[in-house]
T-cell receptor, first 111, second 117 residues
Framework: QKEVEQDPGPLSVPEGAIVSLNCTYS??????FMWYRQYSRKGPELLMY????GNKEDGRFTAQVDKSSKYISLFIRDSQPSDSATYLC???????????FGGGTRVLVKP | KAGVTQTPRYLIKTRGQQVTLSCSPI?????VSWYQQTPGQGLQFLFE???????NKGNFPGRFSGRQFSNSRSEMNVSTLELGDSALYLC????????????????FGPGTRLTVL
């Protein structure tokens, strides 16, 4: 079993819809939770990161962490065609730089 | 501020050969991490270098090695290439001073796409 599980999609939504992405993880030692966006032929770029359980909002993006369920989510409101990309969750233990990634979910926002 | 640069961007090699990939981190960053990305396995951590020392290592065979120079630039080497080594190799740099309760953002380069024939 992988340490971080993520539905690969693809997830196709109409422009303006809410995109809902999630990951589950197995190791309770993980403490930092990140969401990266990766466009084709580019490296991943960090969207958001959270440390504790709860919600964190940044513009159209909301990240949720539920440590008791080992479940993390990313919501994209008012989705745009430019949001079409692969979204990767990543988790890290304390005091380390080793990112453990989910497999990524491909998202397609149709105009 | 210039981002992370990786050279070359594309590479084609044949089985049995060896390859060296290069990564120049963001100025002031002392940590460089390497990842392999494949459609089947996703993004997997290879190793991390900080101040010229390997600080962390993933579960890859010894054919995969790396080093870091005094200017923080890093190289990774893959010897005796196999078909399964075809992948996008990404490097990421960070300040590198992660403590027990802190996280340093890692900035990724565009990657080197390696094809092994």
């Amino acid at each position: 079993q992988k340490e971080v599980e993520q539905d690969p999609g693809p997830l196709s939504v109409p422009e303006g819809a809410i995109v809902s992405l999630n990951c589950t993880y197995s190791n309770s030692a993980f403490q930092y939770f990140m969401w990266y966006r990766q466009y084709s032929r580019k490296g991943p770029e960090l969207l958001m990161y959270t440390y504790s359980s709860g919600n964190k909002e940044d513009g159209r993006f909301t990240a949720q962490v539920d440590k008791s369920s080992k479940y993390i989510s990313l919501f994209i409101r008012d989705s745009q065609p430019s949001d079409s990309a692969t979204y990767l969750c990543a988790i890290i233990k304390a005091a380390g730089n080793k990112l453990t990634f989910g497999g990524g979910t491909r998202v397609l926002v149709k105009p | 501020k210039a981002g992370v640069t990786q050279t070359p961007r594309y590479l084609i090699k044949t089985r049995g050969q060896q390859v060296t990939l290069s990564c120049s981190p963001i100025s002031g960053h002392r940590s460089v991490s390497w990842y392999q990305q494949t459609p089947g396995q996703g993004l997997q951590f290879l190793f991390e270098y900080f101040s010229e020392t390997q600080r962390n290592k993933g579960n890859f065979p010894g054919r995969f090695s790396g080093r870091q120079f005094s200017n923080s630039r890093s190289e990774m080497n893959v010897s005796t290439l196999e078909l399964g080594d075809s992948a996008l190799y990404l490097c990421a740099s960070s300040i590198g001073l992660a403590g027990e309760s802190s996280y340093n953002e890692q900035f990724f380069g565009p990657g080197t796409r390696l094809t092994v024939l």
